[in-house]
């Protein structure tokens, strides 16, 4: 037997509880103990990183588009409803359990290709999720700090404190995080209610004293001579800097898992459920659009620009930078209830936090241990937990906990996402030859692809922190792929009633063990395994009357890391052939051989020929396409798996 290792108790408890899907708002369906919500609730949960961007957004957008901002808004509002809902809405028919447009383009896309491109996607997807981490806890920090009540204490701490923040978040982690669709109900219920408030009595100012409004729209007409063409295109320029306000779009479509259906729905048409989700993405997108257009202006009105400032190395921020409603809360209704809303800002920014924390958690065990492309400890969240959170401390350091600085990083994420989305709906429409479709999703996909390389052009650091995570996700990946390619890679072997019959054939026929001889297959017929039995009894020296099982791996799929091993057997002129697929040859027949073993109580015993080439390069076929000089491989990977000589299946080479 194999000695047991001692694990000490803090290996244990970080290592404590391997899972296949994480705990949180983003656990899918299929999860024990799983519950569904009313979609409304569960639009709540969305909304806490949705609607949570009200913190920062309006400042971003002032500082990006000055007086221009609403228009600027309206364009981003106008993009929201007629192409972001329309996308997600195909995106949630299509991937109704939470898998999301990433899934979407990994089964459109086969192959190694497919992969990569996921690899290249979850790149941004850790962009979007961190920045969403360390943005919002920097806003979160930014409110504390403006408070007059804590001003003098916290003043020129944006760094400690937003750490301090980050570090709450991961330590509520590693305790252990559930789902709290309830907490966010009631964050996003009295967050939206506080922003109606201060939005409302901005607008109630501006039809009282329409004199603020007079001087802002004559402003408006002074940029470029008053030409409203030329308006409206400055309008569309600088509106890709707003994109932060389209961040909830694919949170939202992750968490229909939770979206309660109908009655008569099931696992492969949860009509019932889609409807719903239907209507938590449109009423989302309303209720977002409304909050964009109504706070953009009330702020860009009653905030002089000097409170926009950012901090320089001579002078601080400006009392509005990065918290423009809570400065008017503040303005209009005094401390007290600027501090109420602050302290709600404050909390639905952080539940933020633990909401991207927790897609983060369901993004690497969904995709990356699957492909084979993660180390075995990638399976337990308290270490993901503490690489996202070392990470998080980096990129806040980095940003000095600055809200507009990360905007761009942050829009760069959502904005890649958007597209990538589009582009698998339009490929799914033009597959289902539906034109009219194909040409509506195309053209929001071009509108996406302009919006996203204009941010990237304009704000690179994104796509530089994307690249950084893509870089460390492909490294990580093919490192770990290569380490892992001898595990056995096969999760059951499944036999058709032939294959079963002929394997008892053999296992009595043959005595106390059973013959093996793969084959290349070629054509397949009785003069093929003629051919191939004579050369295996020869090369083998074997008795005529050997009765040999032929076997024949093909592998449709060399990308994929594991699969069900399905074996059909046929009975061609008298030669037992069983042919099988698997995600790699050697694999394949390591793992039949162990199954045939386990079955029959015999000992196979498998015929290689050496192969005549570069061990090199059969060594990057088998990384590639799953075939290479299979019979050291298989004998590596039965090594691996039965460490008892005397019971692993045989390996001879001839």
């Not at 909304?47 to 400042?59: A, E, I, K, M």
């Not at 400890?377 to 350091?397: G, K, S, Y």
């Not at 996402?417 to 034109?435: E, H, P």
């Amino acid at each position: 037997m194999a000695k047991t290792q001692s694990i000490s108790p803090f290996k244990r408890w970080l290592l404590e509880g391997y899972v296949e899907e994480p705990e949180g708002p983003y656990e899918r369906d299929d999860t024990p103990g799983h519950h569904e919500h009313p979609w409304w609730k569960v639009m709540c949960l969305t909304g806490v990183d949705y609607f949570s961007t009200l913190g920062y957004q309006p400042g971003i957008a002032a500082i990006a588009a000055g007086a221009l901002s609403p228009l600027a808004t309206l364009v981003l509002v106008l993009l929201t409803l007629f192409g972001a809902l329309p996308i997600y809405r195909r995106v949630s028919k299509e991937s109704p359990h939470g898998e999301g447009s990433i899934a979407m383009l990994e089964n459109l896309l086969p192959w190694w290709q497919g992969k990569l491109f996921v690899l290249a996607l979850l790149g941004f997807v850790a962009t979007d999720f961190i920045i969403t981490i360390t943005l919002s806890a920097a806003d979160a920090s930014a409110h504390m700090i403006e408070n007059p009540y804590f001003h003098h204490a916290l003043e020129g701490r944006a760094v400690p404190v937003t750490l301090g923040l980050i570090l709450a978040l991961a330590l509520v982690f590693l305790k252990g995080f559930k789902e709290a669709v309830g907490i966010a109900v009631v964050l996003v219920v009295i967050y939206l209610g506080l922003n109606a408030v201060v939005i409302g009595r901005g607008i109630f100012e501006i039809v009282t004293h329409p004199v603020e409004f007079n001087e802002w729209w004559a402003r408006i007409r002074e940029t470029r001579g008053g030409n409203p063409i030329l308006i409206i295109g400055m309008a569309l320029l600088v509106f890709p800097k707003l994109a932060l306000g389209l961040s909830g779009f694919e949170t939202g479509v992750a968490v229909m898992g939770l979206v309660k259906g109908k009655p008569g729905d099931t696992q492969r048409r949860p009509l019932g459920r889609i409807r719903n989700t239907h209507k938590l993405l449109a009423s989302a997108a309303i209720i977002m659009s409304v909050y964009l257009l109504t706070s953009s202006l009330v702020t860009t009105i009653h905030i002089p620009p000097s409170a926009f400032a950012e901090a320089t190395a001579t002078s601080p921020a400006g009392k509005a930078n990065g918290r423009a409603l809570a400065y008017l809360a503040h303005e209009f209704f005094g401390n007290t209830f600027g501090t109420v809303y602050d302290v709600s800002t404050i909390l639905i920014l952080w539940f933020a936090g633990a909401s991207a924390m927790a897609g983060l958690l369901n993004i690497v065990p969904r995709y990356l241990p699957r492909y084979g492309m993660a180390p075995e400890w990638t399976r337990a969240l308290r270490p993901l937990v503490i690489v996202f959170t070392a990470v998080a401390f980096l990129v806040t350091v980095v940003f000095e906990a600055d809200v507009n600085a990360q905007g761009g990083a942050y829009a760069t994420g959502v904005l890649v996402l958007m597209t990538s989305a589009s582009v698998a709906v339009t490929i799914s429409a033009n597959k289902a030859g539906q034109k009219g479709a194909r040409t509506v999703f195309g053209l929001i996909t071009a509108v996406f692809a302009y919006t996203t390389i204009t941010n990237i052009i304009e704000r690179p650091d994104g796509i530089r922190i994307a690249s950084m995570f893509i870089l460390a996700i492909v490294l990580v990946s093919i490192v770990s792929r290569v380490w892992r390619t001898l595990e056995l890679r096969v999760d059951k072997v499944v036999l058709d009633e032939t294959a079963t019959r002929l394997l008892m054939e053999t296992a009595e026929a043959s005595g106390n063990r059973i013959r093996i001889v793969p084959n290349r297959p070629e054509e397949q017929d009785e003069r093929e395994y003629y051919r191939e039995s004579q050369d295996a009894k020869r090369d083998h020296d074997l008795k005529d009357e050997e009765d040999l099982l032929i076997l024949e791996v093909e592998v449709p799929d060399p990308s994929r890391f594991s699969s069900t091993l399905t074996v059909k057997g046929y009975d061609i002129d008298g030669y037992k052939v069983l042919r099988a697929e698997g995600p790699a040859i050697a694999n394949a027949i390591a793992a039949f051989a162990l199954y045939a073993r386990d079955t029959t109580g015999r000992r196979p015993h498998i015929y290689f020929n050496w192969g005549e080439g570069n061990p090199i390069l059969y060594l990057m076929k088998y990384l590639l396409s799953g075939r290479g000089d299979v019979a050291p491989l298989t004998h590596e990977i039965l090594r691996r798996q039965e460490p008892d000589p005397d019971r692993r299946p045989a390996v001879h080479v001839g």
